[in-house]
């Protein structure tokens, strides 16, 4: 079965560290996509990033960075210089299927930029 | 272009309520998800509309949870009754197409129950 883990719950840094979220997980399928999403207070899931499984690509876009890691089963997302805004809750989600089924999600990590 | 519209936004209700949550996709979105949120938990689906046919419904708990899209536009999920465990966000999501793959979810803001 499908399994997607965010051991950090919560973290809290400082305005401008560099911040690394941890995902990891678990499937028989060898073609399926990961993502991450963020919730603001506000509620609304907000799409960052898909993945497929046959592109192992780092991915860089302005602040953020995803290191997708095949042979740990990780999807790891790194925020670059912190700010205020960024403050969310995280959540990896995986597709299974060729990205037919619907996403199965992490249980999220709670960030805390603080001034 | 209008988002994933939800009503109500917060509901309030003793157990064995019934309730009932709407949802209206964006215009043109075949497919649309329905998604439970546990507070500390991550959403997890309950049941995937494609047009007005049921792609999904593995996770629902069919014994109190039902759900339409009657013409394959707007949703209505209802919760009859209710108890304790089902205090949660209620997220409604859609895409242009069924396959994740290549269609991007847009979600709604999603209605918060509470029961009491």
């Known amino acids: 079965a499908q399994k997607v883990t965010q051991a950090q719950t919560e973290i809290s840094v400082v305005e401008k560290e560099d911040v690394t979220l941890d995902c990891v997980y678990e499937t028989r399928d060898t073609t399926y996509y990961l993502f991450w999403y963020k919730q603001p207070p506000s509620g609304e899931l907000v799409f960052l990033i898909r993945r497929n499984s046959f592109d192992e690509q780092n991915e860089i876009s302005g602040r953020y960075s995803w290191n997708f890691q095949k042979s740990t089963s990780s999807f790891n997302f790194t925020i670059t210089a912190s700010q205020v805004v960024d403050s969310a809750v995280y959540f990896c989600?995986?597709?299974?299927?060729?990205?037919?089924?619907?996403?199965?999600f992490g249980s999220g990590t709670r960030l805390q930029v603080q001034p | 272009e209008a988002g994933v519209a939800q009503s109500p936004r917060y509901k309030i209700i003793e157990k064995r309520q019934s309730v009932a949550f709407w949802c209206n996709p964006i215009?043109?979105?075949?497919?649309l998800y329905w998604y439970q949120q546990i507070l500390g938990q991550g959403p997890k689906l309950l049941i995937q509309?494609?047009?007005?046919?049921?792609?999904?419904d593995s996770q629902l708990p069919k014994d109190r949870f039902s759900a339409e899209r009657l013409k394959g536009v707007d949703s209505t999920l209802k919760i009859q009754p209710a108890k304790l465990e089902d205090s949660a966000v209620y997220l409604c999501?859609?895409?242009?197409?069924?396959?994740?793959?290549?269609?991007?979810?847009?979600f709604g803001p999603g209605t918060r129950l509470t029961v009491l």
């Open positions: 215009s043109g979105h075949a497919t």
């Open positions: 989600a995986l597709s299974e299927d060729t990205g037919r089924r619907a996403l199965t």
């Open positions: 509309f494609q047009n007005n046919g049921v792609v999904d």
């Open positions: 999501a859609s895409s242009q197409g069924e396959f994740i793959a290549y269609n991007e979810q847009f």
